[in-house]
């Protein structure tokens, strides 16, 4: 017999044995299938700002980016990166030494932790979690150890309990992987919050991982502050940040750490082996949307704040529990006032029940018990598609 040797073990490794085609692919496929509203995959379903566009194709004609970029990153987004956070937050970054343009944050989180984590290290990160965190920490061999946010129905948000963050640490922890804004419950961590985080990670002499790309997306009375900005951090955070989620352009996939010299230079030896450079003239795009007015960011954060309140408000009266985000451009809702209890089941049905897509959370979850009852929507679509769905929802569970 000629043809591929057969095999009786599995193709796919034991690391990833646990991770198929994601929710977020499934989900998709089943919005397109049955023509039903997509509020489940984060994208907008507009584009960003026309001069940032057309920075971009300025660069494609002037043939800049069309080859391979620096390794680091083209040196205008990398200064621009800089300037940003030295604008917005008061850090101060080399951009020749630490700063790093990644393919999207998502290459930003794996180089990072392929970096910075040994087979055997455990990884202490905030349950819910975005799902690449899991299959990094599992390609680099090392183990996560969650740590959940707790739903208060009385302030309609998650919460951390840093008591248990504390007992999650041992003598095996290399490092916290933190995401504020959070992904998917909308949690800002209060700088009360991540001044506690901070010294933990000084005391037990841990790394930290945080993940910043809704930066720009905090409502009401909420406030990001980067955790590299409190004492003792700078020299053992990486911080990651996009510009996907800020300017509306999640295809371009230009993302970024910033770091102390030592831990770029250990994430930059991962990134090279993975994409080693990526989107060129975008970069160039990006570099001029970071300098865009405060205007801009105020602006952006005004509409979603609309239309989070717009999805919110139809959502309440459709009868979810409403957990109303403090930030990024997702809503977390709870489906057991609906009678239901099974978040899978119910995502899977929803298309056909009331031509609408979510995401169930417990694809976040290690504690899939935890997540069960929690379904996820995003808001980061047009004012009309957003009326639409609300109405869809609710001619088909309102009372």
């Known amino acids: 017999m000629t043809g591929m040797t ?12 646990e991770f198929g085609t994601t929710i977020f692919a499934e989900m998709s496929a089943l919005a397109a299938a049955t023509g039903a509203i997509n509020l489940g995959q984060g ?18 004609r002037d043939g800049r980016g069309n080859q391979y970029p620096p390794g680091p990153g083209v040196p205008e987004l990398r200064t621009a990166i800089a300037d940003h956070q030295r604008r917005r937050y008061g850090l101060s970054f080399d951009p020749d030494t630490e700063v790093l343009v990644t393919a999207g944050a998502t290459e930003a989180i794996a180089a990072t932790l392929l970096a910075l984590l040994e087979p055997g290290d455990e990884v202490v990160a905030l349950e819910p979690y975005y799902d690449s965190y ?18 208060d ?6 919460r951390l309990d840093l008591d248990e963050l ?3 640490v041992t003598g095996r922890t290399r490092l916290l992987l933190i995401n504020t804004p959070h992904n998917p419950t909308g949690t800002v961590l209060t700088r009360e919050e991540l001044t506690a ?34 004492p003792g951090m700078r020299e053992r955070t990486v911080t990651i940040g996009s510009a996907g989620k800020t300017f509306s352009f999640t295809g371009w996939k230009v993302g970024w750490v ?35 007015p405060d205007s801009y960011f105020a602006d952006f954060r005004a509409d979603m704040l609309a239309k989070r309140d717009l999805l919110a408000a139809g959502l309440a009266d459709a009868g979810f529990g409403v957990f109303r985000p403090a930030g990024t451009y997702f809503v977390t809702t709870d489906i057991r006032p609906l009678g239901e209890s099974d978040g899978f089941a119910f995502c899977r049905s929803l298309p056909e029940r009331a031509g609408v897509v979510a995401i169930p959370n417990a694809v976040f979850y290690d504690h899939k018990d935890a997540g069960a009852p929690y379904v996820r929507f995003a808001f980061c679509k047009r004012t009309e598609v957003l009326a639409d769905a609300t109405e869809r929802l609710r001619k088909a569970f309102a009372h």
């Open 258 to 292: 910033t770091a102390a010299p030592g831990l770029v230079t250990a994430v930059r030896s991962a990134k090279q082996f993975l994409t080693y450079v990526s989107s060129g003239p975008f970069q160039y795009a990006v570099a001029e949307a970071l300098a865009l």
């Open 43 to 60: 994208f907008p379903d507009t584009d960003g700002p026309a001069e940032v566009r057309e920075a971009a194709v300025r660069a494609l």
């Open 134 to 151: 899991a299959a990094c920490i599992a390609m680099a061999g090392a183990s996560r150890v969650p740590v959940t946010l707790r739903p």
């Open 197 to 230: 985080i901070a010294e933990l990670a000084v005391e037990r002499d841990l790394l930290v991982v945080t993940d910043e790309v809704y930066e720009h997306l905090v409502f009401d009375e909420a406030e990001h502050v980067p955790l590299a900005t409190l």
């Open 166 to 168: 504390r007992d999650a």
């Open 153 to 158: 129905p009385e302030q309609a948000r998650f």
């Open 6 to 17: 057969s095999t009786a073990r599995p193709f796919l490794n034991r690391r990833l044995a």
